[in-house]
């Protein structure tokens, strides 16, 4: 993606910044944890060599098609929110997640809102950013309701997640939705 985002963004609670290679002792500390992973790709168990697989992608920004930034609170990197760019279609899929020391206190709704309003008034051309959840994450779905995306469907056994086929929902805002909400 052509359009460049601010490296460091600051909210209320957090700092959204780039990955660095010295965050690999925070990201061991709750990557390692079975609850964090069950719904996402990073295998259960983590190890070291998972991590720095995980930031050399992102420290080397190996993937010129995302935009990732690290989620950090109290000088310590605990999380991390970003999007995959589908250029051609003018979409992006967010993605997140956060050290469970941290959930439930609103840091990742109020870390996807700066984030889709950064990536909305970043790249005018952008016009639909969508999630897609694991039906059985209750904390997520709830993170994009309310941030005000519409459910849109489910795809049915639509990934393997740790061996088992699990199904999808997908949410999405416009464009047009965010401005006006
Ligand atoms: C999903 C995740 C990012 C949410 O982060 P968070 O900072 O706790 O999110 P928030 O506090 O902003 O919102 C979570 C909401 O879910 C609710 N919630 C949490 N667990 C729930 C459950 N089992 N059932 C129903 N609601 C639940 C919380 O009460 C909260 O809602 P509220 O603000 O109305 O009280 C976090 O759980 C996480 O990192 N999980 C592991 C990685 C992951 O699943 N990422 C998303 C992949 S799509």
Not at 33 to 41: G, T
Not at 76 to 81: E, K, L, P, R, S
Not at 143 to 166: A, S, W
Request: aromatic letters at 12%; proline letters at 4%.
């Amino acid at each position: 993606m052509a359009v460049s985002f601010p490296a460091k963004i600051e909210t209320e609670h957090l700092i959204l910044r780039p990955f660095r290679w010295d965050d690999i002792d925070d990201l061991m500390k709750f990557a390692v944890n079975e609850e964090w992973s069950r719904y996402i790709r990073p295998p259960y168990p983590y190890s070291r060599e998972n991590a720095r697989e995980f930031l050399a992608d992102r420290v080397a920004l190996s993937h010129p098609d995302q935009t990732v930034w690290c989620i950090e609170r109290n000088k310590q990197m605990n999380g991390d929110v970003g999007f995959a760019w589908h250029t051609q279609n003018r979409a992006g899929e967010i993605a997140y997640s956060l050290s469970p020391e941290y959930w439930n206190q609103g840091l990742m709704t109020e870390a996807c809102r700066v984030a889709i309003n950064t990536a909305f008034a970043g790249d005018q051309q952008l016009n639909r950013i969508y999630a897609a959840i694991d039906t059985r994450n209750a904390a997520s779905i709830k993170v994009v309701e309310k941030l005000g995306l519409t459910r849109e469907g489910v795809l049915r056994q639509n990934r393997l997640q740790k061996g088992q086929l699990v199904d999808d929902v997908w949410y999405a805002i416009l464009r047009e939705e965010w401005a006006a909400h």
